[in-house]
């Protein structure tokens, strides 16, 4: 049988907020700062707020890609910390000596297709991937050449967006000092109350991105894991930025893969391949991580 | 195990038409031609406005400013496009007194001014309150001031006219007074 030939996919993104984002850049006092980029705008320069693509990327592919596969292979508790970092956050170098063993590197991309187009740092070598994200660009008049630059002619309209500053809003949090309502319960009682009102800038929920990813000369079961990690992604809640244990951060994506493919079928064939390899696999992270000894002892029994 | 678990949840998939369809979908008709610079001098005759109708009989002269602060942010939180409902809850806020400001004509301008303007103008200038709220009342605070001088300026001008044409006025009177009696002399 001939070998599958590889083909470069273009994933399509729109993800609209479903509540506020808070995707922030830093803060200013107890006042969190909305993440924004300078872009040309006519003659001038003004500041859009972005999602980077650093964000996108570990949200929607990354950690849902190491969270499905540390659960299919019931590897919970059995890992240790640097194989934990690889798969959660890429890794890094932490062997003296560099390994240029191509065919190793072969055989962790067979048994890791999510791995493959995520790349990441082994303890000797640097693993390129071969996912490009785009950063997400928010559906606003002033990044219209850059949303244009996106998508294939004909499909951004002429008509106006709106403009970038009128996406910005704003939140206001309260925490409670306990001692106020229930200082009866605690032995003693301070002399002031440290009840705390926090706030910042936010992406306002209805504001939509345009964001993508470029999967380079892929075969059908890496299209497969990077489709599986975004269903993870959506089916644990679909969230970006922080304070989503606030409510924040809900986006609700579509998207388009060019060229045309059935989802389902490649999904399947992702989790087809990664069951088939899975003793294969986890041995090969055992001996790369050193915790073989948890494989010894039967705990991956 | 089954291909699709529960933990899957497939992405929405779209045409390229579907994406064009719903980017059109975001598309605005005016707000996006509405610039600051057009809200600025609105927000600044509300402002104007309040200060003008706020009850100095009821409210401590010396809370003006904060009080203004606090009556713009109650109206812009029952903004619903109407700029009628806006000003009323501010001008309460202020405790407006109804015979003076159904008298005042800028009031009125204000009203016409904004319901001659496209439906999300009124969206906007709350956007714009809610961003830049302090500075607008430093603005608003300078207007007023320059008004006040002004005021205090014509009126000063005016009793110098007054003052002017009593003088001329008692001046008139001495020579009418001077006459009559060189003609009362004269006769006899």
Redo the contacts between chains.
């Keep these: 049988m001939m070998p599958e030939k590889a083909k470069t996919y273009r994933v399509?993104c729109?993800s609209t907020a479903m509540s506020p984002i808070t995707h922030n850049r830093g803060s200013e006092g107890n006042e969190t700062i909305v993440n924004r980029e300078p872009v040309m705008f006519g003659e001038d320069v003004v500041w859009i707020p972005t999602i980077s693509g650093n964000a996108l990327r570990h949200s929607m592919v990354r950690e849902p890609s190491a969270r499905?596969l540390v659960?299919r292979y019931d590897m919970q508790g059995k890992i240790n910390t640097e194989a934990l970092q690889f798969l959660f956050s890429g890794g890094a170098l932490y062997k003296k000596k560099n390994s240029e063993n191509l065919n190793r590197l072969k055989q962790f991309w067979e048994l890791f297709p999510a791995y493959r187009v995520l790349g990441g740092s082994l303890p000797d070598v640097l693993v390129p991937g071969c996912l490009i994200a785009w950063r997400g660009v928010p559906?606003c008049?002033e990044a219209r050449p850059i949303?244009r630059d996106m998508?294939?002619d004909?499909?951004?309209?002429d008509?106006?967006?709106?403009?970038a500053?009128?996406l910005i809003g704003?939140y206001q949090y309260t925490r409670h000092d306990p001692n106020k309502k229930l200082g009866h319960i605690s032995s003693d009682m301070p002399e002031t109350t440290n009840q705390m009102i926090y706030g910042g800038q936010t992406i306002i929920a209805g504001a939509?991105f345009?964001h993508g990813f470029v999967l380079q000369d892929v075969l059908r079961r890496e299209l497969g894991a990077f489709?599986?990690a975004?269903?993870?992604w959506?089916?644990a809640g679909g969230v970006i930025g922080g304070m989503s244990s606030r409510g924040h951060g809900r986006l609700s994506?579509?998207?388009?893969?060019?060229p045309e493919i059935d989802?389902?079928e490649v999904?399947?064939e992702y989790?087809?391949h990664a069951?088939r390899v899975k003793d294969e696999a986890i041995d090969w992270l055992a001996k790369e991580y050193d915790f073989s000894n948890l494989w010894e002892r039967g705990l991956f029994e | 195990m089954s291909t699709l678990a529960d933990e899957f949840i497939p992405i929405d998939e779209t045409s390229m038409e579907g994406f064009r369809q719903r980017l059109a979908g975001l598309t605005v008709e005016r707000v996006d031609e509405i610039g600051h610079a057009e809200f600025r001098p609105v927000a600044i005759r509300i402002i104007l406005l309040l200060a003008e109708h706020y009850n100095r009989d009821q409210l401590d002269p010396k809370s003006l400013w904060s009080r203004i602060e606090s009556a713009i942010k109650t109206g812009i939180e029952k903004d619903d496009g109407d700029i009628a409902i806006m000003l009323n809850a501010m001008l309460e806020h202020v405790k407006a007194d109804a015979e003076h400001v159904s008298r005042d004509s800028g009031f009125a301008s204000i009203l016409e001014d904004v319901m001659s303007r496209p439906d999300q103008f009124v969206g906007g200038l709350c956007n714009y309150f809610r961003k830049a709220l302090l500075p607008l009342i430093t603005f608003g605070r300078i207007e007023w001031k320059k008004k006040i001088d002004d005021s205090k300026k014509k009126h000063a001008k005016r009793k110098a006219q007054r003052d002017e044409i009593a003088e001329a006025e008692r001046e008139v009177a001495e020579e009418l007074r001077e006459l009559a009696r060189e003609q009362k002399e004269g006769g006899e």
Aim: no cysteine; charged share 20%; hydrophobic share 45%.
């Design positions: 399509y729109l499905w659960k559906v008049e949303i998508f294939p004909g499909i951004v309209p008509d106006k967006f709106p403009r500053n009128s704003a939509t345009v489709l599986t975004l269903s993870v959506r089916a994506t579509v998207i388009h893969v060019s989802q389902t999904m399947g989790i087809e069951d």
